[in-house]
């Protein structure tokens, strides 16, 4: 049989023009300067009366706040909704594409439909808006470019005014990005003030996080309870002993006595030491014999 030749670069010379790829660090300071040039034209350049407006809606809204876009505007706006579901604001994300088959059955006449788009154009968002309006949703369009589609449509538009993208062709969604996480995530921590929310309670929907955890965990949530505990008394034998040694998860035994006195440990490093010292005699030796006594702590701590 015949081979086919491939219409694109074999492995090696995929490899080959990789390693000629040189950075030019001039021209990469040159690029956050040229950012931070694009990024300060949008702070200077925002209608703060706009962002006044918008951020009093979202405040006063009655139901849920939903937000949408698509493409990379669309993944800015999921991580806005989900930044305000953790300060506690009933907020979600609506694929514009899912919406029209079926997910629409979520909005309701209370809620908020946000929609983040650079150009306000975007097929898949103006096709959304009339089912939307539909349900008696209020809608926010926050574009970029002037006109637009979106603007014409919506009850309120807010302008992020964009320079233009730090791409050389001017195509690549990096700085109108950007703007838009700043201007949502600015709003976000907005809200959070205005509603007096407190550490205690952002803490409360962050339970696994290092504030929830110091703020909402006590000391009797995290530890270990009586039959969690790798015990031993001080005459049981240290090889007996192995598995309650290993299985707690503790790296030590709790050497007690009848009452549940603590007596002393023995860790997994005594154990080491024990079997280097004594060889085959520790099959004879106690938890006892080997352990490190309390009364040992206290005289070490004078």
Not at 35 to 50: A, E, G, M
Not at 253 to 260: E, H, P, S
Not at 273 to 282: D, F, P, Q, V, Y
């Amino acid at each position: 049989m015949g081979s086919l030749s491939l219409p694109f670069p074999a492995p090696e010379d995929e490899e080959t023009n990789l390693s000629k790829a040189k950075l030019d660090q001039t021209h990469l300071l040159n690029l956050f300067k040229c950012q931070q040039k694009y990024l300060n034209h949008f702070f200077q350049n925002l209608d703060l009366s706009q962002t006044l407006t918008f951020t009093q809606t979202l405040l006063n809204a009655r139901g849920t706040i939903f937000f949408s876009g698509v493409g990379k505007s669309g993944f800015v706006a999921q991580k806005i909704s989900q930044t305000l579901v953790s300060l506690g604001v009933k907020s979600g994300f609506l694929s514009p594409v899912d919406a029209l088959h079926g997910d629409i059955g979520i909005l309701s006449s209370k809620d908020l439909l946000v929609l983040f788009s650079k150009s306000g154009n975007s097929e898949e968002l103006l096709r959304l808006v009339p089912c939307a309006k539909a349900k008696g949703v209020y809608l926010i369009s926050v574009t970029s470019v002037k006109p637009n589609g979106l603007a014409g449509l919506c009850d309120l538009n807010v302008h992020l005014p964009l320079e233009r993208e730090l791409c050389p062709f001017d195509l690549a969604p990096v700085t109108s990005t950007a703007i838009q996480m700043v201007f949502g995530d600015t709003v976000a921590i907005a809200l959070m003030g205005a509603r007096n929310l407190s550490k205690e309670e952002y803490a409360a929907n962050h339970p696994a996080g290092r504030i929830g955890k110091s703020l909402i965990f006590k000391v009797k949530d995290l530890m270990k309870k009586k039959e969690e505990l790798p015990v031993c008394m001080e005459h049981d034998l240290i090889m007996d002993q192995l598995v309650e040694l290993t299985s707690k998860g503790c790296g030590c035994l709790l050497v007690i006595d009848d009452d549940y006195h603590l007596l002393g440990t023995f860790t997994d490093g005594d154990l080491r030491r024990t079997l280097k010292a004594s060889g085959e005699g520790i099959f004879k030796l106690t938890v006892g014999n080997m352990c490190n006594r309390c009364s040992d702590y206290c005289l070490k701590d004078q």
